[in-house]
Nanobody, 122 residues
Framework: QVQLVESGGGLVQAGGSLRLSCEASGRAFSSSSIGWFRHAPGKERGSVATVSRNGVTTTYVDSVKGRFTISRDNAKKTVYLKMNSLKPEDRAVYYC???????????????WGQGTQVTVSS
């Protein structure tokens, strides 16, 4: 079991930065891959970034490569998503999720946080 709570969202101007945090509780965190997903109005929920259980392997959707960085601190049971050079199209509710395997497919994830809103003004 893993419980997840996101924080760090907010309103930022285009070109600005935010760092999202995903704090976990439960014994399964260190054995779980963590994914960040986003859901924008009128669009399907999609993968943004994924990090393996040991933090070594990461995957990014093409639209955020070079701008976003996912990392994790297993001692703190926290996963971060640093978002730089934000664009209006990054606006969405961002969710973190936990999975015992490694996948960018949201359907593979069993545990989800409640989400945090990111709004980017132009």
């Amino acid at each position: 079991q893993v419980q997840l709570v996101e924080s760090g969202g907010g309103l930022v101007q285009a070109g600005g930065s935010l760092r999202l945090s995903c704090e976990a509780s439960g014994r399964a965190f260190s054995s779980s891959s963590i994914g960040w997903f986003r859901h924008a109005p009128g669009k399907e929920r999609g993968s943004v970034a994924t990090v393996s259980r040991n933090g070594v392997t990461t995957t990014y959707v093409d639209s955020v490569k070079g701008r976003f960085t996912i990392s994790r601190d297993n001692a703190k049971k926290t996963v971060y998503l640093k978002m730089n050079s934000l664009k209006p199209e990054d606006r969405a509710v961002y969710y973190c999720a936990a999975n015992t395997g490694y996948s960018v497919d949201a359907h593979q994830y069993n545990y989800w946080g409640q989400g945090t809103q990111v709004t980017v003004s132009s």
